[in-house]
């Protein structure tokens, strides 16, 4: 039996969300752990900058992030006993404005996590004129250096590069 890509499509979405409807724990110890995923001062098409980053509802609360200058990656692993191998990067909504980290990302990753699927959920840089060069590219060059932290780390944290997707 062949799929088209749109019926594949359509089947990762359903299955994706039967998964975050059911549960079990997380216990890994990296959980949360943010990584920077440029080296100091090599961040691409970024502006210099002195402006700071804002954060509307703070916690317990959903946090939206906006003027996101330097981005960053959450790291989300499985209990070793149901880790499935596959790896999703999370990359949060929000209109291109700003990312509701938490529940379009953060709360992703520790469902998916319950399904022995990690997390990688991605603060990435919005194009605002006043932080980057070129506002076309900078959300997209987040993200694949984000795809490329996780296939380069992949036995270290054992998941499986064949089986990395993007969500988002």
Known sequence: MTFSKLQASIL?????????????????????????IYPEGAIPNAKPNSIDEIVYNPPPQNRFIIKTSKPELSIWLPPKDINTGIAVLI??????TGTAIDHEGHHIAQ??????????????????????????????????????????????????NRKNRCAG
């Open 91 to 96: 990359c949060p909504g929000g209109g291109y």
């Open 111 to 160: 469902k998916l996590n319950e399904h022995g699927i990690a997390g990688f959920v991605l603060k990435y840089r919005t194009p605002h004129t006043d932080l980057v060069e070129n506002k076309k590219i900078v959300p997209l060059q987040d993200a694949q250096r984000a795809l490329q932290i996780i296939k380069e780390n992949a036995t270290k944290r054992v998941y499986f």
């Open 12 to 36: 990762f979405f359903f299955l994706l969300t039967a998964i975050l409807a059911h549960g079990q724990k997380t216990n890994s110890s990296e959980n949360g752990q943010t990584i920077s």
